[in-house]
């Protein structure tokens, strides 16, 4: 009869089990797929900013609204505000694309998207990472991922000037498909602003006491229904996004010409 | 009806050992825990494995089967093809102390570093009275079963031992979760929940809820609002101001 | 040899031992927590309905005497009154406690702890979280001891220097100076070592015997540990004969055999069924609760919406009728393809009012069976679920005939009678628990010295002898045959020949287990440990058998195919397990069951006791109604 004592080394290891995971299923995939479609859209989204066919009345391309700039053509401009004086010079998609774009990288859904596609932390569940160190969200950069909601405000403000424009468009142009496809990707985008999991922390996420907000928790259980498919608000919106620029932009370019464009 | 399946069992004491192979019976409507008692009853005796209600409900039998974190208990052997190998491992976060089992004393004692349910000194048994939604965001957490599952698959200690002093784990955000939301608890969870338990180590990769035997959204639902919480408590320029301004909240 | 000296040993960290150590602790004494599971896994965790507490959130008529008389009612005046009458005065102050500890119950629309209906009980009374109230209770009792190991912590700056959890430890023998418990000695399931607790007093709070049979709703550690400890220890079993058989349990897949349907399923809206689509369950109600239960489908359905003008279902009639009524129906070919009948929730509620209600029973189904509850009915049939009989102890302080040993819970006996009502069990581990961790302390409190501890070289001798035989019995084969042997002949239905084969059997096995040998070493060694567990088992099933066979009537538990009737002769006698220190010559013994005091008897009407009670007793009934 062998016996080892409960304190030899060997009894603190955990299983020598060297390769780096024994899942037998493609759990490559996912991060595949979610690595190719965010790929595509930063593409998309560097190639955008720098094409000019951005305004064809009344449609504006989302890429490039609210535009601000001197630059933008007088239609395009929100309200009829240029409130960048003559120096600036640079793509007007540069001056906003910040604030859509922060609040898309540092939402809770993207986050785990790309830590996981890109930065392959972890790349799947139970698949054991490339790196070395690992400090998560603890320190800078990372920890800037706690404006989370300030970029949520913000994208309230640009959620809600898409679909400023997407009425504006239907009104001038009800016939247009163009203009259905701009209020078809608002109500994507409001829908996933409002399903941010900062929002249904401001709602009633952070009280103790539902009972004694009734219209807070009445909200927030709306919030939690669309932030339960944050997920896929969060995909559906990048393709509308994407689809209603190139749309836009093709029609401009007198690409896309029949009559109820 | 029944077939031999072929599995691939970790055997060993402590961290050294080896993937051992065995071919045994499987009858229909059995889950891979069946399978493993079987050759306990036919082929290896001593082959150790922890389980106890074999019904989901006591978290003991947790394993990693084809490399996933799964309840013994809960895993059909019908979710697999009769040609296939199943290689069982012990979980891969903690040390082994014999085939499947391991010493999970790690979870125990993150557990006792979480102050415990505090209320108001003077409510007495008896008096408490809740309603319903406020009790039920922390009673999805109080449906843990303690499986430890997302504890081993986080990749924060799995993947990196040397953080395993600085982070308490899915487990424990969900416990802080609970009472942070308990309306009746009084104690500060929420600076002690990013210094101390590490909720910062965290980058919301969801693996804890995928490998939730009881479904509780753990991300979505804990971490998330704990962070929310937290940038209330820390990072956050105009909740703060707003409560210097503010001083009517205890 | 490690070897530890506390004041309070609890071995079991169920509900009764988790309550008992938390008392002993809060009284000031240095405990130990002994479970042969990791903390938390403990078989408490299945508890599904709830603990029933008379508080009256509910239905406000609902008291303490109520819940005596349905508690009485239930073990068919067998029950130890004394038992009956502390579990229901204290019951809600129990409950209550465990909310100051962290639990999160059901509510109430005005904010207090919602109660639901069960069986047996009069008024909604089962204190419940979903249908998982175990596990909120066991972590509950988790969460507490660490709250005070925490306190201990600042106050002595070590966290186990009063409370101490020795998980996946298995105690193999109680050691005892003279008559009077003096420590407890087994072996740490990881490494094999040897382990010896010091100590004056011991609580046993290891819970049942169901792995003496095959179909069981028990888990692997219910192999009556603490049974045979006391038996072995010179204390006495009583109602050994009374078993549980839940009537439902799954029946499909084999694998899951016996795993707990809740019965909560009934309580809200489940009815059973026979292969014909009949609700026969109206068929089976005694003449005992003929007033109490409603013997059409319309005047049953309307219950549920109605309780106050209307009679309960039958389906959720005492437990043993239900399985009993479930076995005869199988019996008579009209079961269910799998050898059960049928149990539908799916056509009497919405299915989203299912999910929400029995959230576990769904899931269970939908991931054991594949089987939609919503959609579809489940297989049900009786299971081995609880043992009424246990260790006799005194009912204020749980104190056991051995000076020293306290037992609490599954494993005390006197408090169900022959049959406990649902839901009585939570209530029972709490208040019992609570009072044998008092009394423990209150013991080592009179104690002039401390016992020293004796036995240690033989009882070491004993659990090693497995190990070190070679080419012996496989124990999975000798349990094997136990639990087919149990389930068979000694199962829901009894006969005087099949229970006199069955202590045959149960002797040769004896035999085999002494032979039984382990291969592998000390390490978590499954195989070992189930050879020690063995002797457990079988010294159990022996009393079983032997009371069953003395019991020459059917009540509650226990039920003789050859004496169907109840006797009223018999309710006065209480069946008496003892044995040999080395677990030879097993006898059981009459003794007379004690008189109900006055005020209690007097809470029932003469026309309810007359089915029960002997002419003498009534005559005693009617002088002390005289006298108040």
């Known amino acids: ?49 720098f094409d000019k066919s951005y305004f064809v009345d009344p449609y504006i391309a989302p890429f490039s609204s609210p535009c601000l700039a001197t630059s933008c053509p007088e239609g395009a401009r ?121 929002c249904r922390h401001i709602t009633a996420g952070r009280l103790t006491h539902f009972s004694r907000h009734p219209l807070r928790y009445k909200a927030w259980t709306l919030v939690s229904k669309l932030n339960a498919r944050h997920q896929k608000f969060a995909w559906a919106s990048l393709f509308s996004v994407m689809i209603a620029d190139l749309y836009v932009r093709l029609v401009a370019m007198g690409v896309i010409n029949f009559p109820f464009a | 009806m029944g077939y031999k399946a072929k599995f691939r069992i970790w055997r060993g004491e402590g961290g050294e050992g080896r993937l051992e192979d065995f071919t045994v019976e499987v009858n229909e409507g ?80 993150k557990a006792r570093e979480v102050p415990s349910f505090t209320p108001p000194a003077d409510v007495k048994p008896g008096e408490y009275r809740m309603q319903q939604v406020d009790v039920e965001r922390s009673q999805e957490f109080r449906k843990c079963i303690e499986c430890f599952m997302c504890q081993n698959v986080c990749h924060v200690i799995r993947d990196h031992e040397e953080n395993k002093p600085n982070f308490s784990g899915p487990r424990y955000f969900i416990r802080i979760a609970e009472l942070d939301m308990h309306p009746y608890d009084v104690a500060e969870r929420k600076e002690p929940a990013q210094e101390e338990h590490g909720l910062g180590y965290c980058n919301i990769t969801k693996c804890c809820t995928e490998v939730c035997p009881e479904h509780i959204k753990i991300t979505d639902n804990a971490i998330i609002p704990m962070k929310e919480r937290v940038v209330d408590r820390k990072y956050d320029p105009l909740v703060w101001l707003g409560s210097k301004i503010f001083k009517r909240q205890r | 040899m490690e070897r530890h000296e506390y004041d309070v040993v609890v071995i079991g960290a169920g509900g009764a031992g988790l309550r008992a150590a938390i008392e002993a602790r809060q009284q000031g004494k240095r405990t130990a927590i002994v479970c042969k599971s990791l903390f938390g896994k403990a078989h408490t965790v299945m508890a599904e309905g709830g603990a029933a507490a008379a508080m009256g959130n509910v239905n406000s008529s609902d008291n303490w005497m109520v819940h005596f008389r349905d508690t009485m009612r239930g073990g068919k005046f067998l029950n130890n009154w004394r038992m009956a ?56 009792l988790q969460q507490r001891v660490v709250a005070l190991q925490q306190e201990d912590e600042k106050l002595h700056g070590d966290p186990e220097a009063y409370i101490k959890v020795f998980a996946e430890c298995t105690i193999t023998r109680l050691l005892k100076d003279g008559d009077a418990i003096s420590g407890a000695f087994g072996y740490w399931r990881e490494t094999g070592d040897f382990i010896l607790f010091d100590a004056p007093a011991v609580v046993l709070a290891t819970g049942g015997i169901g792995k003496s049979y095959v179909v069981t709703s028990n888990s692997w550690e219910y192999t009556g540990d603490g049974h045979a400890l006391a038996l072995l220890a010179g204390a006495k079993l009583i109602n050994m004969e009374f078993i549980q058989f839940h009537p439902t349990g799954m029946v499909w897949p084999p694998s899951v055999r016996g795993i707990l349907v809740t019965e909560s399923v009934r309580g809200d809206g489940g009815v059973l069924r026979n292969s014909e689509g009949r609700r026969f369950m109206f068929d089976y109600i005694p003449d005992v609760f003929k007033d ?55 056509t009497r509620l919405p299915a989203a009012e299912i999910t929400r209600r029995l959230p576990s029973m769904h899931h269970q189904f939908k991931e054991l069976a594949d089987v939609d509850i919503t959609k579809e009915p489940m297989q049900v049939g009786p299971t081995c679920h609880y043992i009424m009989g246990g260790v006799e102890v005194d009912a204020d ?3 056991a005939s051995v000076p020293g040993l306290f037992a609490a819970g599954e494993v005390s006996g006197g408090m169900h009678g022959s049959n406990r009502l649902g839901g009585n069990s939570l209530s029972d581990l709490l208040v019992f628990g609570r009072r044998a961790g008092a009394g423990a302390a209150g013991y080592v409190d009179g104690l002039a010295k401390r016992p020293s501890v004796t036995g240690v070289e033989e009882a070491k001798a004993e659990a090693l002898a497995p190990l070190e035989r070679t080419g012996g019995e496989n124990p ?86 050859d004496f169907p009737g109840m006797s009223a002769g018999w309710r006065r006698k209480l069946l008496v397990c003892s044995a040999k220190p080395d677990g030879t010559s097993v006898t059981v013994e009459e003794r007379a069951q004690p008189s109900m005091r006055g005020d209690l008897i007097g809470l029932f009407e003469r026309s309810e006791l007359e089915k029960y009670l002997t002419e003498e007793e009534l005559a005693e009934y009617d002088a002390a109604v005289k006298e108040s």
Request: charged residues 25%; proline residues 5%.
């Open chain 1, 1 to 49: 009869m062998t016996q080892t004592t409960a304190e030899s080394a060997a009894r603190k290891q955990r299983a020598q089990i060297r390769v780096r995971t024994l899942r037998t299923d493609r759990w490559w995939l996912a991060p595949a797929f979610t690595f190719a479609g965010l790929l595509l859209f930063l593409i998309y989204g560097f190639w955008a900013i």
């Open chain 1, 78 to 198: 929100l309200f009829g505000l240029a409130p960048f004086g003559d120096w600036y010079t640079l793509p007007p998609g540069i001056l906003i694309l910040g604030l859509p774009g922060g609040f898309r990288l540092t939402c809770y859904y993207y986050r785990k998207a790309y830590y996981r596609s890109f930065w392959l932390s972890p790349p799947a569940c139970a698949v054991a990472e490339p790196h070395g160190k690992y400090t998560g969200e603890t320190r800078l950069p990372l920890i800037l991922q706690n404006i989370h909601r300030y970029f949520f405000y913000l994208a309230i403000v640009i959620g809600l000037i898409l679909t400023y424009d997407a009425v504006l468009a239907l009104v001038h142009k009800p016939a247009g498909l163009g203009s259905w496809i701009l209020l078809v990707n608002a109500a994507l985008i409001l829908c996933y602003t409002f399903g941010c999991h900062s």
């Open chain 2, 30 to 109: 059995e889950v891979v825990l069946d399978v493993i008692h079987r050759l306990q009853a036919t082929q290896t005796p001593d082959l150790a494995v922890r389980w106890n209600c074999k019904a989901g409900k006591c978290g003991s039998c947790s394993m990693e089967i084809n490399g996933r974190p799964r309840l013994g208990c809960m895993t059909r052997m019908s979710t697999f093809e009769e040609s296939e190998t199943i290689t069982v491992t012990p979980l891969r976060t903690f040390p082994v102390i014999k085939d499947l089992v391991t010493d999970v004393s790690f979870n125990y004692q």
């Open chain 3, 85 to 140: 009458e502390l579990h229901a005065k204290e019951a809600p102050d129990r409950v209550w406690e465990l909310e100051a500890w962290g639990a999160l119950f059901d509510r109430t629309k005005d904010g207090k702890i919602s109660q639901r209906n069960f069986g047996g009980h009069e008024y909604p009374r089962l204190a419940h979280v979903g249908d998982r109230t175990g596990l909120e209770l066991i972590r509950t």
């Open chain 3, 292 to 346: 109490k239960y409603a013997t059409t489908e319309e005047e049953a359905d309307r219950w549920y919406d109605d309780q106050a003008n209307n009679r309960r279902p039958p389906e959720l009639l005492p437990r043993d009728e239900v399985a009993r009524a479930i076995n005869a129906e199988v019996k008579a070919g009209r079961g269910s393809p799998q050898g059960g009948v049928f149990l539908d929730v799916s």
């Open chain 3, 397 to 399: 302080t749980g104190a």
């Open chain 3, 476 to 561: 999975y084969e000798v349990h094997h045959e136990l639990q087919r042997t149990m389930n068979d002949l000694v199962g829901i239905i009894r006969k005087s020949e099949e229970i006199s084969e069955a202590l045959q059997v149960v002797e040769k096995l004896k035999e085999r287990a002494k032979n039984a040998a382990s291969s592998g070493s000390r390490i978590y060694n499954p195989g070992w440990h189930l050879a020690l567990d063995l002797r457990n088992m079988l010294l159990v099933s022996e009393c079983v058998a032997k009371a069953a066979l003395l019991r020459e009537e059917s009540r509650g538990g226990h039920t003789r195919d």
